[in-house]
Nanobody, 121 residues
Framework: QVQLVESGGGLVQPGGSLRLSCVAS????????MRWYRQAPGKQRELVAAITSGSRTNYADSVKGRFTISGDNAKNTVYLQMNSLKPEDTAVYYC???????????????WGPGTKVTVSS
């Protein structure tokens, strides 16, 4: 079993910054990728950013140039630095990890409970 714990959400004014963190723990042999998703009220969950074990990254068009995803493989941790925040970034942000529990076993996925980000003046 793998647990994810997110932190760093909160209320911020438009133009401000927040840094989200997500730590994965449990029966992890290796991590293929870690991702951040978000879900705004009344909308579907969408992929915000992803990073692979080889540090390849990709971003949703709506956050390119404003958000940066990074990871610490040794700590099974992923970060999301969010700058120039806009009201439309308001959502619950979820961490997702794709992992193996042993060589060749998996990959499996796990989700965190989410952390709320509110961008408002």
């Amino acid at each position: 079993q793998v647990q994810l714990v997110e932190s760093g959400g909160g209320l911020v004014q438009p133009g401000g910054s927040l840094r989200l963190s997500c730590v994965a723990s449990g029966s992890i042999f290796s991590i293929n990728a870690m991702r951040w998703y978000r879900q705004a009220p009344g909308k579907q969950r969408e992929l915000v950013a992803a990073i692979t074990s080889g540090s390849r990254t990709n971003y949703a068009d709506s956050v390119k140039g404003r958000f940066t995803i990074s990871g610490d493989n040794a700590k099974n941790t992923v970060y999301l630095q969010m700058n120039s925040l806009k009201p439309e970034d308001t959502a619950v942000y979820y961490c997702n990890v794709e992992f193996r529990v042993a060589p060749g076993v998996g990959p499996f996925g796990s989700w965190g409970p989410g952390t709320k980000v509110t961008v408002s003046s």
